[in-house]
């Protein structure tokens, strides 16, 4: 490793001033909200909040995170911020982690140790990694994004190729990600297919998912099905629902949004806490998948990086910045693929394992990737390397592990 790590640390000042804005918060009224049909229930959220003012220690969690090497590197402009731990056996690969949003690079912090020595695991010590997890610039730590305000996926791409290739000085290497990181790990197996040993991503989107006129509509403008059975009906809405408001908002207002959310550790908070609840497969407890602890330093983080609105303005610069092919070969997506899907992002109609990898298979999806590993769990929500750790580690071993040489 070229460089010296250094620690991460969040100062007093910033502290102190994200409790005195916790304990001065104004709160709406909430009224008639009590199951949540409006949003964050205010019930639940204050008492969350109360916690971060005067229970929670990010002391600690900052200990935990500094068990792993910290790097802050400029990247042709870009500030970008990564946690590393070395691979442990005969010859480790190098592998970047890509999350995505409201994630962390903390998300990642189940599925580091296991593949970094996976002896320690009782795994083969051969499947060993090198693992280098960044933060997205404009995410977390790798902020202020000032001079890159354009920053979108597959941009993105191109500052971890130079990351790991001419700051770090890797040869070749694997990569992986999930949720905008699936993109930017797609990319990198499009435009970089030749550097890469192969990527295992946690979905399988086109990478033309952000390009068009109404990219901000979950439904593509289509009308609902007639005639769908009732159940269909129900979790086609349901997943509607889920993602119309984040992806409208993020793409059409981002900068609207950002001056509020920027100002506010609660309005911060609450919008994150309904993606946490709502996409993990956690039957409405978010804590049944999240812990308050694991909550507030995933928030904190983005707080004390001020990286909400350049987070947040990473969906506007997809669309506005649209995808374009650096060849046209196929499939699109050259580098070898593993996938990893999950039971509570199963399309309607799709109720097993086996029915979500046919349903992959038969959609034009399959024909931009050269898959060669998909795996369909019954159970999991979007945050998979946090919520199955063990099956996400197991998976993207299964795409590596013949193809290390």
Known sequence: MPL????????????????RRLTATKWPLDAGNDDGYYGVRRSYLQKLVAYWADGFDWRAAERAINAYEHYRVDVGGVPVHFMRKPGVGPNPVPLILSHGWPWTFWHWSKVIDPLADPAAFGADPADAFDVIVPSLPGFGFSTPLTNHPDMNFWKIADVWHELMTGVLGYEKYAAGGCDV????????????????????????LKLTFFNGERAWDISGG?????NLPPADHERLMA?????AVHLAAHMLDSATLGYGLADSPVGMLAWMLERWTTWSDSHGDVESVFTRDDLLTHATIYWAGNA????????????RYPWTPSHDRRPVIEAPTGITFVGYENPPGVTTGEERVKSFLDSDRAAWYNHVNITAHDHGGHFIPWEIPDEWVEDLRRTFHERRQ
């Open 308 to 319: 909400i609105d350049t987070s947040i303005r990473t969906y506007a610069n997809n669309n």
């Open 181 to 204: 990181g699936a993109l930017v790990t797609g990319q990198l197996g499009h435009k970089y297919a030749d550097e890469l040993y192969a990527i295992h991503i946690g979905s399988a």
């Open 4 to 19: 010296e790590p250094t620690p991460l640390h969040v100062s007093d000042e910033v502290l102190d001033d994200l409790r």
């Open 222 to 226: 289509r009308p609902v099905p007639e």
């Open 239 to 243: 997943f509607e629902k889920r993602f």
